[in-house]
Structure formats: C-alpha cells, structure tokens
C-alpha cells in the first residue's frame, strides 16, 4: 500500500550556479565559490540583499583556510542571519541543504545560499591524489597505511569484493551501473565523460584496486556548486522553477569493525531513507527517480539495497538490462552521477535533483518526475544524508 502525503513541504530549492568544472587549476576554491554563489543568486532571481544565510561545504581533504568564513567578507554580504562552514565528509552536501531547510522553516533566515567548492587537482597534484588518505577502517591510527591500504580505492575495493563474493555479483552487474551512468552522461552539457562505452570497454578498463576498474570510479573535478534554500511559499519561482523539500533523513554508525555487522555491505542508508520516506509520507515505491550517491559503482548498488528499491543483495538482478539508464524502470544519476559527470562530492547529486524536479534538464529530462530521492554519505559508507523533493507544492 503507498502511503500519500498531504500538506505542505519543509522547504524548496531554487536557482542553481556552479563555478567552472575543470581538470585544471585555474582558480582558488574561494574563488569558484563566489562565482558559484553569485550564479545560483542570479538564476534564483534573487538580488544579493536578499541572501541572509550562508553555509559553506568544504572537503575534508583540504585545510580550513581554503574556504573559510571569511567568504562572506568576500562576497560583500552583511547582516546575515545564518552562516557557518561544514565539513562532515562528503554526507555533507545533502545535510547543508537540510540545515538550511530547518533554519528557513523556523524563521532564523529567508533564502540561504549553500555552496560546495574543491580543487582536488592542483599544479603538482591528479584528482586521485587528492582522496589517497587514510579511511580508518580498523579505527587503530596508521595501521592501513602501514599495510599498504591507501585511499578510498583501497577501501572500497574491499567492500565491493565482499559484494561479489556474498551475492555472486560479476563484474558485469557493476559494469551495468557504470554504462547506465555513461548514457545519461551523453545527454547532459555538463558531463564530462561522453563517449559511448560498451561493456567490452568496462571489462577492459584499468584496474586500480582489484576488483574496482578505472570505470567503477569517480570522475573528479575541480569547481564549485550552489543553490539557494528558501520558505516554501516564498515569491520568485517564476523565473527557473522550484525543487520542493518534503523529507529529510540521515543515518549514521559507529565503530563495528570487531562486531559481527556487515561493514562493506549494511549501511545506515536505511536509516536515512526510513526517517526521510515517513516524513514525506511516501515509500520507496512512490520514487519516480533517484540521485543516488555514485563515487563508486558498488555504493550505486549499495543506495539502491539501502533506500528500499530492492532487498539486501538483489542489485545485481535489479540493475540488470538497463534499469537504471535512458528508458529503464527507475532512472539513476541522470546527469552521468560522479561516474562519468563529475565529481563534485554531494552537490552532484543535489545540482541534479534540483534540476529534474524543476523540469530544468533538457533532453535528460525524465517523464515521471513526480517524487524523487537525492543522496550522500561520507566516509567508507558510514555517514549518509537523504532528501525527498518534489515539483509539487502542496500534495
């Protein structure tokens, strides 16, 4: 039975700006915020004056003086009502949007700009380089690098090995995710990776951490992303279109490692989705199509197992012939995702969202588009964020 909600949403999502996307360095990430900032204001329809909140995401992986609060000095902003800076991992593009939502819908600000910005790649550093960092799996300081674990290629290589081995997924089942993402990417002018791939090519791709292949990995970029949260019955949609917030979830573990819970292939996601589904008085059959976080082929499958789509261990026939592409069953990451869009941590997914819901993207633009589901997590799937949005105002 699907549950229906009637009432009023949280908040909405209105007006989308981004920084230039680039596999250079040509500017600091200071600098791609504002633009992005300035952009988002602009396609809102929105003058600066309007702003009263700020919040700043910034990847963990980068010193706090890189995007600092001194942002706000540097936009020109003054009397601002709300403002901070997060950095809780790559969870945190969906939970700014969700703060700011909390904060609209008490009152303490009218229309906060949320902003991610990263430089991964610099003069002397590859996008790679910049995620080569310890992700503390064992919870015992160094001992993943003293054996040789680097970065989260390492540590997702493990849980998507666990995968295949507890379900008898082949890599065609994850080379299903990475084609379905190429597909979409081909129809979206921001998308970086476009050229046809066949699962011939996927198969053959480089191995980076066995099992996971060059295409099961996040295509990183640097650049910046925006958009700005307002009340729900604020004015001004005219101009782009708005995203309605109907539900907000997060799910969060602590240290299990010695405990007999399935680290690689459980995750809290579900905890998020419950929270998120009942708040928005719908069910996962109730999703018309879902941006689900993608920074590898197996978290693509995890979110699906996670936010109720199928069961525990039924990716592999879920995302089978095509379900997940242009005409399939339920559309997934319709921008390309991080797989072959870019990668922008959390912000891929939320820029996305935003656009389908306020019928914005183009010739990816889906048919039902009546609810959909945007997600994040951080760390090794350990913290996640959801949200539910809608192009409908009241339901």
Known sequence: MKLKRVGKPIAKIRGLGFGELSREYLRSQKELACEAIVAAVADAGLQKGDIDGVLVNRS??????????????????????????????????????????????????????????????????????????????????????????????????????????????????????????????????????????????????????????????????????????????????????????????????????????ENETETPASVAGKKAYEMAGISARDIDHAQIYDAFTVTTLLGLESYGFCGRGEGKDFVADGALAPGGRLPVNTGGGQLSGYYLQGMTQVSEGYLQAAGRAGDRQVENNGWSLVTAQGGRMDYHACLILSPEKVR
């Open 60 to 261: 963990d992986t980068n010193p706090s003086d890189d995007l600092p609060l001194r942002l706000f000095d540097d936009l020109g902003f003054r009397g601002l009502t709300f403002g901070n800076v997060l950095a809780s991992q790559a969870a945190c593009g969906v939970q700014i949007i969700q703060y700011a939502a909390m904060a609209v819908a008490h009152g303490m600000a009218d229309n906060i700009v949320c902003v991610f910005a990263d430089t991964p790649i610099l003069p002397k550093r590859r996008g790679g380089d910049a995620y080569a960092i310890d992700l503390a799996l064992t919870n015992v300081s160094g001992w993943e690098r003293q054996y040789g674990l680097y970065g989260a290629v390492g540590a997702y290589g493990l849980a998507m090995r666990r995968y295949m081995e507890l379900f008898s997924a082949g890599a065609e089942t994850f080379g299903e995710v990475a084609l379905a993402a190429r597909q979409w990417a081909q129809r979206s002018p921001f998308a970086f990776l476009t050229k046809p791939m066949s699962m011939d090519d996927y198969i053959n791709s480089k191995l980076i951490a066995d099992p996971l292949r060059m295409f099961d990995c996040a295509f990183p970029v640097n650049g910046a992303g925006a958009v700005i949260v307002s009340a729900p019955d604020s004015e001004g949609d005219e101009q782009n279109g708005a995203a309605y917030i109907w539900g907000m979830g997060q799910g969060h573990r602590g240290y299990l490692a010695y405990s007999d819970y």
